[in-house]
C-alpha cells in the first residue's frame, strides 16, 4: 500500500469492528488525556491481525506534533 500526504487507511478488523467506511470520520481519544484527534478515512486496507490506523511518518509527526529526529539533526547542524 502506497500513501498520500494526509491519507489515513483503517484495517478491516477496524472498519469491521466499529462499522466504519471510507469517506467517514474517525475520532481518537489520547488515553488518559483530554487530546483527541480526527481522521478522514480514505480507504480500508485487508488487514484482519489488529486494529489499526495506516498513515505516512510525516502525516503522524504532523499531527502529533512531533518533529523527526533526521529532520531536527539536519536543522540543528
Known sequence: M???QD???ISSAYAQKYHL???MTLKVKEPYKKRTYTFKISGVYHY????RLFMTQSKLHKT???QS????WFTNY
Open 2 to 4: 502506497k500513501l498520500c
Open 7 to 9: 491519507q489515513v487507511y
Open 21 to 23: 467506511k471510507k469517506g
Open 48 to 51: 484482519e491481525g489488529a486494529l
Open 64 to 66: 502529533l506534533g512531533i
Open 69 to 72: 529526529q533526521l529532520t531536527s
